[in-house]
């Protein structure tokens, strides 16, 4: 079996489910590129933040709409990928002997289905959701992209989906906007660690300060990226993808790690 590729989504704001754009065009072209097509998907979604690790494991996991502020179109909008118990009780087995949780009540978050709803946008591939431990540190987030890793060898795709800059609060709207120093230079230094496979930058990235602050007042858009580069293997091959900081301080650089 081929190994399937791992990818990183910059999701930026949940309309994009609804949005023709240069985004959502890549993460389409990005699935149906994608030959043979997963058995499954194994998501790590910045808006599943717990205390402890969790992985969905219900048969029919529930479309969430975790945001406001938006249209009824797109809260009413549903994402119907099965769930998979089987691919979830495998992920509680690699993980071992971090206890893992099997859910039964999350679901599909805006992370995932806001992607999906154009990568594979007839929702006919079982998806799960793992969950970021808010107590976990970045060496254990990669540690445990290095055990799900063996996954790419069963026929699932793991994704990642964030942002490599994420601050809400400082965004200006206007599309031609340019984007702040800081957010410029945290996005540059970020892309070249993952160009240049070293991963000990990124995970070290949260220490570096005011700058990262800035980037991240909160880290949970950050934190997908660590297990993303954790399934990272010695011969894949890196493509970076929309790569730019829109709205001054939003990445959207999407990124796939494949043969």
């Avoid at 709409?65 to 249209?71: A, I, K």
């Avoid at 496979?197 to 990262?212: C, H, Q, S, V």
Wanted: charged share 20%.
């Amino acid at each position: 079996m081929a190994r399937m590729p791992v990818i990183f989504f910059g999701h930026g704001s949940p309309g994009n489910a609804l949005e023709d754009n240069e985004f959502t065009r890549c993460w389409a072209k990005l699935g149906a590129g994608m030959h043979p097509a997963p058995k499954a998907i194994l998501s790590v979604s910045a808006h599943w933040c717990t205390r402890g690790t969790a992985v969905t494991a219900m048969d029919k996991p529930k479309t969430i709409h975790d945001f406001g502020g938006f249209s009824r179109e797109l809260n009413t909008l549903q994402y119907p990928a099965d769930g998979s118990p089987e691919l979830a009780q495998r992920v509680v087995s690699l993980l071992s002997p971090r206890p893992i949780g099997l859910d039964k009540s999350w679901g599909l978050d805006h992370g995932t289905w806001s992607v999906l709803v154009h990568a594979f946008p007839e929702a006919g591939i079982p998806v799960i959701q793992l969950s970021m431990d808010v107590s976990m540190s970045a060496e254990d987030r990669y540690a445990m992209g290095r055990k799900l890793a063996a996954l790419r060898d069963e026929g699932v795709l793991i994704i990642g989906t964030g942002n490599i800059v994420h601050n809400l609060g400082t965004m200006d709207w206007n599309p031609r906007s340019t984007p702040y120093p800081w957010a410029q230079d945290f996005h540059n230094y970020i892309g070249a660690a993952i160009r240049n496979n070293e991963p000990a930058k990124i995970i070290g990235a949260e220490g570096l300060g005011r700058i990262a602050g800035m980037c991240h007042p909160s880290p949970d858009h950050f934190w997908p990226l660590l297990y993303v580069m954790g399934t990272r293997q010695a011969d894949d091959k890196v493509t970076l993808y929309t790569d730019k900081v829109m709205h001054k301080s939003l990445s959207m650089t999407s990124l796939m790690f494949h043969s």
